[in-house]
């Protein structure tokens, strides 16, 4: 949904994401740290490049800028997301995030932290 911005009809504000649950439909619960931290890494994967199989134990929210996400968890999901998407990461289960397009794959991650905390954890 894209509506005009309240101050200044030439701004276009559209929604990417609203949601309290990730992409697994586990609730998002926000860490507590003494010095919370947002991490913004724009992640390009090359034809074929994954992750990795890792986990995240705080909020991780993402956008597809470019291409398509393929996303499989340990218990075997198979998740899709697309060119333009933007979804909430699942929390404290191992996946692993592979492109299997031709071309590169772009995404924008957002991490919810704390200073000097890990934003995932590898297997």
């Known amino acids: 949904m894209m509506v005009k911005g309240q101050n200044n009809n030439s701004l276009i504000v559209e929604k990417l994401l609203d949601t309290d649950t990730t992409s697994l439909g586990q609730n998002i619960v926000y860490p507590k740290f003494n010095h919370a931290e947002v991490t913004v890494q724009k992640i390009t994967f090359r034809p ?3 992750t ?5 134990e705080i909020p991780v929210f993402s956008y597809i800028l470019k291409g398509e996400l393929t996303v499989e968890t340990e ?3 198979i998740l899709l997301f697309k060119e333009n998407t933007s979804f909430s990461e699942s929390i404290n289960i ?5 492109n299997r397009g031709k071309t590169d794959l772009i995404v924008i991650a957002i991490y919810l932290g704390g200073k ?7 297997k």
């Open 48 to 50: 074929g490049a994954s």
């Open 52 to 56: 990795g199989w890792h986990k995240h």
């Open 75 to 77: 218990d075997h999901k």
């Open 94 to 98: 191992f996946h692993n995030g592979t």
């Open 116 to 122: 000097g905390e890990k934003l995932a954890i590898h």
